[in-house]
């Protein structure tokens, strides 16, 4: 370990045993950030129940991801001009400081508020985490930790829902959000006393006018794949609107970058083969999860009749599989430096566990679908981690923190529109189904498109019987659409380069720290 850290061109004072210490405290810090979302998920009715603005509720997520996307890319510039454990430790407090103002909250206006303040902090929590890596450790020696990473993920995927609710009902709703603090003061802790990375002066000012662009660009993408079809229809003034105003704002942004100093997101980055390859291959990854997570507990709750209180441990097969796949392709990629096969393996294995998941019907059983899920899983570990490092790999270490931020952008928004557009086919396949079964009327009258299993167990069986096949019928047509766009992935995977990961071979023992931090660039197809 100490011969990797100092690959990376970092002091030697960083030693062995810091590393440990620092990376505990990294997953610390992404553990917070994707914990959150899952917890406050399970607390929303007794939350809405006190506040009172069931109207105003999806904003509380709403907010949170759009402060998050708007701001991951501006906390990897910031990283990058002025030091990365600054940045990090900021974005930490702001964190905190917009959990502990949540859970004060004295009604749902200021609960949004606070809740978007709590994800601007949260946009440089990922970035911190994946870019401190990308100092520390080359990348030739990062698969070790991939299914580190991979088990905070499943962690908080499993045990979000789990924790919510028990906090909720023992403890009282605001404590989904105080929890944050006492993780957050250790995280704070470690990360000050033992990360030493090199201090950086800018060179030149921050490019507002990119970021503002920016912001504005993300914003609509994030609001038109979270009300299209919902809170408005797709055709409508509003989402018009926001497709031009995103449309207007991408085209300016690239303009600006040409232009800036000291660009938000330098531009050359992407004239990297694998960079712009993996930033697109990452935002399919996110479409297929997102999509995933959201989908199947429904299908279990609603066609196998599970409980919704253990949504969280129906995805466990996909979570474990994604978790030891990521663990061991991370090992063999440390130990051989070759990655290559590794994203044309993932995408096939996408592409297969999406279809399979498309065949499910009302007939299928619990066991059936968690092997389904095990394929979309593996598919998943073989991709998660690889995206990031090869993305990293494929920039100069100055450019480590807008890289990471990109590569973290991308999947974010795909994950966006995987819930936008598949829950759009699901709605409109779960109406079409219960119209067909029971007439336009009787469907209307049978409810939401999205009934829990306590719910279901109340309406008249023919209702019920109409609803499951109607949800399978919505689950099918969400997946096959998945399998469709991950079809994509895996094409792309094959035109990756294998280029060497820094840090790699013999060869760089020597003058092993200047190697390491020299750009990659020369080696890159363009």
Known sequence: MSDAVKQAGQPEEVKPRSVRVVLMALMIAMLLAMLDNMIIGTAMPTIVGELGGLEHLSWVVTAYTLATAASTPIWGKVGDMYGRKGSFLTSIVIFLIGSALSGMAQDMGQLIGFRAIQGLGAGGLMVGVMAIIGDLIPPRERGKYQG????????????????????TDHMGWRWSFYINLPLGAVALAMVSAVLHLPKKKAKGKIDYLGAALLTVAITSTVLVTTWGGTEYAWGSGEIIGLIVAGVLAIAAFVYAETKAAEPVMPLHIFRSRNFTLMSVIG??????????????PLFQQAVQGASATNSGLLLLPMLLSMMVVSLVVGRI????????????????????????????????????????????????????????????????????????SSATLFRTLGGSFGVALMGSLFTSQVTDTMSERLGPQAAKASGSAQLDAASLAKLPEAVRDAYQHAVAAGTHSAFLLGAAIAVLGFVLAWFVKEVPLRGAGPAQAGGAGAQAAASPADSLAH
């Open 148 to 167: 580190m990473m991979a088990g905070v993920m499943a962690l908080a995927m499993i045990g979000g829902p789990l924790v919510g609710g028990t906090i």
């Open 283 to 296: 935002f399919l990854v996110g479409f297929a999860m997102f999509g995933g997570v959201l989908y199947l």
């Open 333 to 404: 990629t440390t130990s051989s430096g070759k990655y290559k096969v590794f994203p044309i393996v993932g995408g096939a294995l996408m592409v297969v566990g999406l279809f399979l998941l498309a065949t499910m019907d009302t007939g299928t059983t619990r066991l059936v679908s968690g092997l389904y899920m095990a394929v979309l899983g593996a598919g998943l570990g073989f991709l998660m981690q690889i995206t990031m490092l090869v993305a990293q790999n494929s920039v100069d270490m100055k450019d480590m923190g807008v890289a990471s």
